[in-house]
T-cell receptor, first 120, second 105 residues
Framework: NAGVTQTPKFRILKIGQSMTLQCAQD?????MYWYRQDPGMGLKLIYY???????DKGEVPNGYNVSRSTTEDFPLRLELAAPSQTSVYFC???????????????????FGPGTRLTVT | GIQVEQSPPDLILQEGANSTLRCNFS?????LQWFHQNPWGQLINLFY???GTKQNGRLSATTVATERYSLLYISSSQTTDSGVYFC???????FGKGTRLHILP
């Protein structure tokens, strides 16, 4: 299994340009997530999806759009790039599974390698 | 939204030392997780621990959900433990700012 893959690894955009960050997973996980990580900070959730055709906003959705037409793919779209969107973007996936004797469901997340985006 | 505070922000230890990292939440949370981000930026899920205690080798974690905190213990530190440790929780997966750990050889 390749796990979670992201393309491209690096990208430089001019202000106002558009681009799509690609994310794919081959683990048949129904949950997928997009995060951004600014320097010296923790991750912030942009959008997430609990299955094909279902998406929802996270903590910082403004300036981004997502779609989930298949279980495997979860692309993130930037329509009008701004310098404030300079960041490292991580995609992740998870699936609910029983936690054995502890009870309940676990949702451990598996992360892609990230895309470093610079907007100038 | 909830606030997530991690302490200490930075920690420098000699190889072989033990450490305890703390994560406090402003409200009760579900989906509590601990992550390690290595110096190359790769993120690894360490524990999914909404309550109770779990152990994995030299690492263990305890979450006391009623008191809204979680602890990550690292024993016999190795240089490969260096990096940033994040906790996160809630349905929107809110992250703390992390604890930067540097293990000296």
């Amino acid at each position: 299994n390749a796990g979670v893959t992201q393309t491209p690894k690096f990208r430089i955009l001019k202000i106002g340009q558009s681009m799509t960050l690609q994310c794919a997973q081959d683990m048949n996980h129904n949950y997928m997530y997009w995060y951004r990580q600014d320097p010296g900070m923790g991750l912030k959730l942009i959008y997430y999806s609990v299955g094909a055709g279902i998406t929802d906003k996270g903590e910082v959705p403004n300036g981004y759009n997502v779609s989930r037409s298949t279980t495997e793919d979860f692309p993130l779209r930037l329509e009008l790039a701004a310098p404030s969107q300079t960041s490292v973007y991580f995609c992740a996936s998870s699936y609910p599974h029983p936690m054995g004797l502890a009870g309940g469901l676990g949702y451990e997340q598996y992360f892609g390698p990230g895309t470093r985006l610079t907007v100038t | 939204g909830i606030q997530v505070e991690q302490s200490p922000p930075d920690l420098i230890l000699q190889e072989g030392a033990n450490s305890t990292l703390r994560c406090n939440f402003s409200d009760s949370v579900n989906n509590l997780q601990w992550f390690h981000q290595n110096p190359w930026g790769q993120l690894i899920n360490l524990f999914y621990i909404p309550s109770g205690t779990k152990q994995n080798g030299r690492l263990s974690a305890t979450t006391v959900a009623t008191e809204r905190y979680s602890l990550l213990y690292i024993s016999s530190s190795q240089t490969t433990d260096s990096g940033v440790y994040f906790c996160a929780g809630d349905d929107k997966i809110i992250f703390g700012k992390g604890t930067r750990l540097h293990i000296l050889p």
